[in-house]
């Protein structure tokens, strides 16, 4: 169920949860305790049996601090409800256990860890899954098809991709999904709930890496699962015996960084998007990668389904015959501002060599059958002055372009 806001994503991100206590604490505290009292064995026994809602134990998620967490990432998802997480992967993993036992499919390129529990994991377990490139999207039907059994299915994807920011259409896949009995998973990770709303196009759950773009400073690791109150109740089982809840302490952090989720992410699509076309003009970059760009191939898509574009962008260096991997590396060893690390989303500006960490991996036939190539730089577009960050892009670049004669001269 599709709760319609009242209010912008703005003024839930800063109230949606929030509870004051009896000091009068403008937010709901920290509860930094494992379990609750109470007052007798009926009242116990009526929070146990469900007859009234109360804190129990954390582990259970029964914890004001992350009750409040979750009353704001469902407001900021325009879910009816969400599920807090210790990790994107254990949202992830509580989400297929729960609701994908008769088969997975995930179309197109996913986050690493999540393309390990599809294609390595839980097939031990005796779960069917499929994974389908962008370009194999008429293969879904079929698939689906042959998926058997009534332990629930799921289609898995992410929008925009990571590294190629690839868009799928999330109205029309949901469509296509739920002809089948199936479910639809969007990993909105990427995106984030300013950028794009699946559910609101459809999608019946929506998980993030809260690590990246929700929690925004590179200081914490949660995840977050949203939808339905009936899919997520399945789900709460598998992560209260997993025992991957968050620890109030984070979650509190995490309530405290999506008090500035808009405003965060509205200053890094507009870096991200001035900067991407800065560097479509370069030229020492063979290709930018970016859904604002006119040039890109899904632009028109993510303008239809998409509020923002996102702070993400790859470039892709021009090796000229130099080797692609080198030359794509020595642009990211000479960047100053930018700092060389495999995530996303803070407020500092982070770079990535994909075919160095990310899909570090795949094999080379792999990555090349997926569209990545060694020439390619992910970035992650922060909250620095971005005529600053250009002009750290500007100095790496020209510095190997003045040393490529000497390469040349090497050999
Ligand atoms: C990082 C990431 C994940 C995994 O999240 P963790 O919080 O590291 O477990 C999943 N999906 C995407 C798109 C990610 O970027």
């Known amino acids: 169920m599709i709760k319609t806001p009242e209010q912008s994503i703005a003024t839930r991100c800063v109230h949606a949860g929030e509870a004051a206590d009896a000091h009068g ?27 009234a809602s109360g804190s129990l134990y954390t582990r259970y998620g029964l914890n004001p601090t992350i009750q409040a967490l979750e009353a704001k990432l469902a407001a900021i998802e325009g879910a009816e409800s969400a ?15 729960a609701h994908g036992r008769g088969g997975i499919v995930c179309i197109g390129d996913a986050y690493g860890g ?8 839980l097939p031990l377990l005796g779960i069917a899954t499929h994974l389908l490139l962008g370009t194999e999207l008429d293969q879904l039907d079929e698939r689906l098809a042959s998926l058997s059994g009534n332990a629930g299915r799921l289609v898995f994807l992410e ?17 296509r999904a739920h002809a089948h009995g ?31 773009y929700l929690g925004g400073h590179s200081d914490l690791t949660a995840g977050a699962l949203m939808g339905s109150a009936e899919l997520l109740g399945a789900v709460a089982g598998w992560r209260k015996n997993l025992g991957t809840t968050p620890a109030p302490e984070t979650a509190a952090l995490l309530a405290r960084s999506l008090r500035t989720l808009p405003v965060r992410v509205q200053a890094q699509n507009a870096s991200a998007l001035a900067i ?13 990668l970016h859904p604002g760009l006119a040039s ?3 632009h028109a898509l993510a303008a239809r389904q998409m509020n923002g574009f996102g702070g993400m962008l ?24 930018f700092t060389l690390a495999p995530s996303l989303g803070g407020v500092e500006s982070l770079v990535t060599q994909p075919c160095t960490t990310t899909h570090h991996g795949l094999t080379p036939e792999e990555r090349q059958r997926r569209g990545i190539s060694d020439a390619m730089i992910r970035l992650s577009i922060g909250l620095e002055d971005p005529a600053e960050l250009i002009a750290d892009l500007e100095q790496a670049l020209a510095d190997t372009a003045a040393e490529e004669p000497n390469r040349v001269d090497q050999r």
């Open 25 to 51: 604490s403008p937010h709901t505290p920290i509860y930094s305790t494992s379990t609750f009292a109470f007052p007798s064995t009926a009242a116990i026994l009526d929070v146990v049996e469900g007859r």
């Open 83 to 97: 599920l807090a997480f210790a990790s994107g992967m254990a949202a992830e993993a509580a989400v297929f256990l």
């Open 314 to 337: 790859t470039l892709e260096v021009a090796a000229e015959g130099a080797d692609p991997a080198a030359a794509a590396a020595a642009v990211v060893d000479r960047l100053k501002l």
């Open 114 to 121: 999540t393309l390990e529990l599809l294609a390595d994991q």
């Open 276 to 288: 991407a076309e800065t560097m479509q003009a370069h030229p020492r970059v063979a290709r930018v």
């Open 182 to 212: 199936a479910r639809l998973v969007v990993d909105n990770t990427f995106a984030s709930p300013v950028n794009q709303q699946p559910l609101a196009l459809g999608a019946d759950l929506v998980v993030h890496s809260a690590t990246k």
């Open 159 to 175: 929008t925009p991709t990571n590294p190629a920011l690839e868009v799928f259409d999330i109205a029309a896949i949901a469509e």
């Open 296 to 298: 890109f191939p899904g």
